[in-house]
């Protein structure tokens, strides 16, 4: 038994693993979208500045690129560029969608494209400016964009790369593409210079971690809280799991009117006996399933199951307008529910249904150790007992006087049972029947 917990506790751990992988490699696609998003953002608006410019201070352009230099080359450089991350953009959005992650090569071959892109502004500024004003002009500030938007790949060695492709591009390219003069170029001045820009690389990698970090624990937490979301909805509704979670188990009970309904099946044990373990458990959850969905359409919730029965609540443990209505409804669904399933089963079942509107103490009660959402209180004992009547008058669905009372003429179809003695009741109290 022992074995078999142990390996039930390694599957469940390695499931909550795979969610939180997966969870996970979603949101850093998401966050690379953003970040491609930003970078065709920021390469449009610098095309559109470069043509106004050209349109509205030509001389300007000509006196600093001395005539050499014409839209079309920077276009020849942005509308790739835009293309390239638009592919790219692309490529993340499809493998999202399969719930694939995106291959580490092809993070790196991207970072390596894209980091190249100033490269080649550079040798056009180059050509124009010559070298000395180029590297000193806004070519070389382009890497900086890069390095900062890297932080939302959430990777410390991608943003790392990017830098040091920054940092390699830039050094060679004063190196080794023209020469001042004769003179030999400062490799200590240019390296300084790439040095910085491989230090803002390392940094923002860095800071791209810590959001990783952030987003790692924000998305194990929300996935742990599924799972127990997951398993413990198996056993109570999943209003309850919620009210449990966001509102602790220590909260103060309250004081809340509610529409109380008891659903049984009747003679289920004396047909259970006749038909196999398996079988038993299939017919009640199947009919379970049925009546559980219904309830869920009406707003209200499953609170605790009772053998071949269980308990359901209007108006707790979230608000719920006109609980009585909403519970009525949902009684004559069920009931009509059933009646279309025993038409198609070999093991038909007959429904007692008992329904009672008024104030339940409802909260978390239970010992230090172990507690559970319920409702206590005579409203609770009075449905209980309704439904029980349901075997003495041959009849599937009752209701107290004060759900009669709330539901007014839409009620008219109701027939009047009397006063009727109730066990554990001192005087008797009105019913009716719905059919």
Request: charged content about 20%; overall charge neutral.
């Amino acid at each position: 038994m022992f074995g078999l917990r142990g390996k039930k506790s390694k599957e469940q751990g390695t499931q909550v693993s795979a969610d939180f992988q997966h969870a996970l490699a979603q949101e850093v696609m998401a966050t690379d979208l953003l970040r491609i998003k930003a970078l065709i953002a920021t390469a449009l608006v610098l095309g559109g500045i470069v043509a106004v410019v050209f349109l509205l201070a030509p001389e300007a352009v000509n006196s600093v690129w001395h005539g050499q230099l014409t839209p079309r080359y920077l276009y020849s450089i942005i509308v790739p560029f835009v293309l390239f991350e638009w592919w790219v953009m692309g490529a993340i959005k499809r493998h999202m969608r399969r719930g694939l992650d995106l291959p580490v090569y092809r993070r790196y071959l991207g970072a390596l494209i894209e980091t190249s892109m100033p490269t080649i502004a550079l040798a056009i500024h180059i050509d124009s400016l010559g070298s000395v004003a180029a590297l000193g002009f806004v070519a070389p500030m382009i890497y900086f964009i890069f390095i900062i938007l890297s932080t939302l790949r959430l990777d410390f060695w991608l943003s790392a790369f990017t830098g040091a492709v920054a940092a390699i591009q830039l050094f060679c390219m004063a190196m080794f593409y023209h020469k001042v003069g004769d003179a030999e170029p400062s490799a200590f001045y240019h390296a300084a210079r790439s040095l910085i820009i491989f230090v803002c690389g390392v940094l923002a990698g860095a800071v791209g971690h810590h959001l990783r970090r952030q987003f790692e624990a924000s998305i194990m937490a929300a996935t742990a809280r599924d799972r127990i979301t997951n398993l413990f909805g198996q056993h109570v509704s999943p209003q309850v799991v919620e009210r449990l979670m966001s509102e602790g188990a220590g909260k103060s009970s309250d004081i809340r009117r509610v529409a109380v309904m008891f659903v049984d099946f009747r003679s289920f044990t004396a047909g259970a006996r006749t038909r196999s373990p398996q079988e038993v458990v299939d017919r009640l959850d199947g009919a379970f399933a049925v009546l559980v969905d219904i309830l869920d359409r009406h707003g209200g919730i499953v609170n605790k199951f009772l053998g071949d029965g269980f308990l359901a609540l209007f108006g707790a443990p979230l608000e719920a307008p006109d609980p009585a209505h909403r519970a009525v409804a949902a009684a004559r669904e069920m009931l009509a529910a059933n009646a279309r399933v025993n038409e198609a089963t070999s093991w038909p079942l007959r429904i007692g249904i008992g329904i009672h509107l008024g104030e339940v103490v409802a909260g978390n009660i239970g010992s230090p150790r172990r507690k559970e959402y319920t409702v206590i209180g005579d409203t609770v004992n009075f449905a209980s007992r309704l439904e029980a009547l349901n075997k003495d008058f041959n009849s599937q669905f009752l209701i107290s006087e004060a759900v009669h009372e709330a539901l007014g003429d839409e009620c008219r179809d109701a027939v009047p049972l009397g006063q009727v003695e109730v066990r554990g009741y001192d005087r008797p109290m009105n019913v009716w029947q719905l059919g």
